[in-house]
T-cell receptor, first 115, second 111 residues
Framework: KAGVTQTPRYLIKTRGQQVTLSCSPI?????VSWYQQTPGQGLQFLFE???????NKGNFPGRFSGRQFSNSRSEMNVSTLELGDSALYLC??????????????FGAGSRLTVL | GQQLNQSPQSMFIQEGEDVSMNCTSS?????WLWYKQDPGEGPVLLIA?????ELTSNGRLTAQFGITRKDSFLNISASIPSDVGIYFC???????????FGKGTRLSVIA
């Protein structure tokens, strides 16, 4: 059973550009969550999608957005990149929405560097 | 919002020693999870705890869901070099609220 797949694994952008990250959840999983990981702040919740609907959103500016497709694949977009957006972006999937006792399975992450 | 205080931040131990780390919060959680992250990888689930007072083992790892539902600990016995990594606690508050993570404990094992 394939795990959570994130692409690209590494990318470098410059300030002001925008970036799109992709996540393919485990087959059958309908919930996808995104987290930003930085050395100082740990894992910060970005948003969660379930059945193409955003269920939860973390405390991030509107430059961060996401969506989920009918096949449960998800993308997140960051526009007008800032230096502080440099981080590891982790996607995690679960069978049902995380309000139930369903644990998250993480992908390996997309490491974004903003120059 | 809910916050998890994870300690210690980092640990340096000798191979063969036992390790203990914990997470505390001022809020109640319905589920506690412990993850481990290796360099360049995403966190991997080690142990899930669903009931207050629950004590669960996974090989050399043992975790407990605190009776007050506001804390959890993870013990690793007889550490080995491959235990190196960052350990995260995570709590699920219940309701329509996402998983909350501690800031991690970085474990280094000296052979």
């Amino acid at each position: 059973k394939a795990g959570v797949t994130q692409t690209p694994r590494y990318l470098i952008k410059t300030r002001g550009q925008q970036v799109t990250l992709s996540c393919s959840p485990i087959s059958g999983h309908r919930s996808v969550s995104w987290y930003q990981q930085t050395p100082g702040q740990g894992l910060q919740f970005l948003f969660e999608y379930f059945s193409e609907t955003q269920r939860n959103k973390g405390n991030f500016p509107g430059r961060f957005s996401g969506r989920q497709f009918s096949n449960s694949r998800s993308e997140m977009n960051v526009s007008t990149l800032e230096l502080g957006d440099s981080a590891l972006y982790l996607c995690a999937s679960s069978l049902m929405a995380t309000s139930g006792a369903n644990v998250l399975t993480f992908g390996a992450g997309s490491r974004l560097t903003v120059l | 919002g809910q916050q998890l205080n994870q300690s210690p931040q980092s640990m340096f131990i000798q191979e063969g020693e036992d390790v203990s780390m914990n997470c505390t919060s001022s809020s109640i959680f319905n589920t506690w999870l412990w993850y481990k992250q290796d360099p360049g990888e995403g966190p991997v689930l080690l142990i899930a705890l669903y009931k207050a007072g629950e004590l669960t083992s996974n090989g050399r790892l043992t975790a407990q869901f605190g009776i007050t539902r506001k804390d959890s600990f993870l013990n690793i016995s007889a550490s080995i070099p491959s235990d190196v990594g960052i350990y995260f606690c995570a709590g699920l508050p219940g309701g329509n609220t996402p998983l909350v993570f501690g800031k991690g404990t970085r474990l280094s094992v000296i052979a």
